[in-house]
């Protein structure tokens, strides 16, 4: 089975500006990843082909970095993403006057990474990734024009990842 999921903003902000978010990721002075409310990306190093970590449950290697335009890791078979063979990618994309940052999900999986995705994953990472959209927006504006908001069972499953920490 297939797994394609895009989130992308559009900035009126000059492709380098909005490509210094990217190169920021997993370090002390992160501006993209929204580390305050979740897991923080973590690498066995800087940021550069090859630096293995991940986040929270997930795992993963950085499979390409082109400083200032594209990030793309690659999925490990573990943790909550296991079976899914694929990557995830963030891009500063020129787009006239403006900068699109976007993030995309491709992989291939089984029916029960599937429905994993679906059920779980899928909705904790697309919270996730408005939430670092809304970072970015705030590092390039100063501010979010509309924040965007959890739904009651992105809550849920939170909670539920909550308790199991503590258990």
């Known amino acids: 089975m297939k797994i394609h999921n895009v989130h992308q ?16 990721l997993a370090s002390p002075d ?4 929204p580390r305050e409310s979740w897991p923080p990306i973590v690498l066995d190093g800087p940021l550069r082909e090859g630096s293995r970590g991940g986040h ?7 499979a390409l970095y082109e400083p200032g335009r594209t990030v793309s890791f ?6 909550i993403v296991a079976g899914l063979n694929g990557h995830h990618t963030f891009e500063a994309l020129p787009d006239g006057d403006a900068t699109v940052l976007r993030h995309t999900i491709d992989a291939e999986c089984g029916l029960g990474a599937w ?7 899928r909705p904790l990472h697309d919270a996730l990734l408005e939430d670092a959209l809304d970072k970015a927006e705030r590092s390039i504006k100063g501010g979010v024009a ?3 908001r959890w739904s009651p069972w992105v809550r849920v499953l939170r909670g539920m990842m909550r308790r199991r920490r503590r258990a």
């Open 9 to 24: 903003r559009r900035f009126t902000a000059p492709a380098g500006e909005v490509g210094a978010l990217l190169d920021s």
């Open 74 to 79: 690659r999925f490990e078979p573990s943790g």
């Open 115 to 121: 429905t994993r995705w679906t059920l779980v994953v």
């Open 56 to 62: 929270g449950p997930v795992r993963y290697a950085v």
């Open 30 to 33: 992160d501006r993209l990843w």
């Open 146 to 148: 509309r924040p965007a």
